[in-house]
């Protein structure tokens, strides 16, 4: 293997050290307290680097944004390719995104200092949405759902009911299945073709 081919791959290896820094440091200590010297510190990278990557703290923080998006959004998406009848695969669905939020300590604490990031061509959440009107488009195609929803606002509102849980779930420490269920049951009411 030549070198510039192992070139992307350390690229990769390093803007995802960064990134993992970034989560830890953002989530433990806020916005204002997290300095680049630290996420350089943490990931082992040096500071000019993080710098040609991410200009300041709010693109880094939106980097560290869209890598939690993309987690989701591909738990989502892995979840949605069940070979089962959308009945039974919703619970499997909002289940997979409420275990990510769960399992990753962090998610809540930075999903509330995304108001802190520089999104440039990116908005907050459109990765999820994304995955979601993608996923609604196939079942449509495969007559599952209901024709006469438009799968962008089937995304908008799902993301929007997602969301919500989510954020009281990590408030409340309420048990994720109680979400999982209530979500499943208004997707099926929802989408399903009669």
Same mark, same amino acid.
């Given at each position: 293997?030549?070198?510039?081919?192992?070139?992307?791959?350390?690229?990769? $290896?390093?803007?995802?050290?960064?990134? %993992?820094?970034?989560?830890?440091?953002? #989530?433990?200590?806020?916005?204002?307290?997290?300095?680049?010297?630290?996420?350089?510190? %943490?990931?082992?990278? #040096?500071?000019?680097?993080?710098?040609?990557?991410?200009?300041?703290?709010?693109?880094?923080?939106?980097?560290?944004?869209?890598?939690? %998006?993309?987690?989701?959004?591909?738990?989502?998406?892995?979840? #949605?390719?069940?070979?089962?009848?959308?009945?039974?695969?919703?619970?499997?669905?909002?289940?997979?995104?409420?275990?990510?939020?769960?399992?990753?300590? %962090?998610?809540?604490?930075?999903?509330?200092?995304? #108001?802190?990031?520089?999104?440039?061509?990116?908005?907050?959440?459109?990765?999820?949405?994304?995955?979601?009107?993608?996923?609604?488009?196939?079942?449509?195609?495969?007559?599952?759902?209901?024709?006469?929803?438009?799968?962008?606002?089937?995304?908008?509102?799902?993301?929007?009911?997602?969301?919500?849980?989510?954020?009281?779930?990590?408030?409340?420490?309420?048990?994720?299945?109680?979400?999982?269920?209530?979500?499943? $049951?208004?997707?099926?009411?929802?989408?399903?073709?009669?």
């Amino acid at each position: 293997m030549s070198a510039r081919q192992k070139r992307p791959k350390a690229s990769r $290896d390093r803007d995802l050290r960064i990134l %993992e820094a970034s989560t830890h440091l953002f #989530a433990s200590q806020g916005f204002e307290r997290t300095n680049m010297s630290q996420v350089a510190r %943490e990931s082992g990278v #040096a500071v000019g680097t993080i710098y040609l990557r991410y200009p300041n703290k709010g693109s880094l923080l939106a980097g560290v944004v869209q890598q939690l %998006e993309s987690q989701l959004a591909d738990s989502l998406t892995r979840a #949605a390719g069940q070979e089962i009848p959308w009945i039974d695969r919703f619970p499997l669905v909002f289940g997979s995104m409420m275990e990510t939020v769960s399992t990753t300590p %962090e998610m809540g604490a930075i999903m509330q200092l995304a #108001a802190h990031a520089e999104f440039k061509g990116h908005s907050p959440g459109s990765i999820i949405r994304s995955a979601i009107e993608q996923i609604v488009t196939r079942a449509q195609s495969d007559g599952a759902f209901r024709p006469d929803v438009l799968p962008s606002v089937v995304a908008a509102i799902a993301y929007g009911m997602v969301e919500g849980a989510m954020g009281h779930m990590m408030q409340t420490g309420t048990w994720p299945q109680v979400y999982v269920i209530a979500l499943a $049951d208004a997707a099926s009411r929802w989408l399903l073709a009669t």
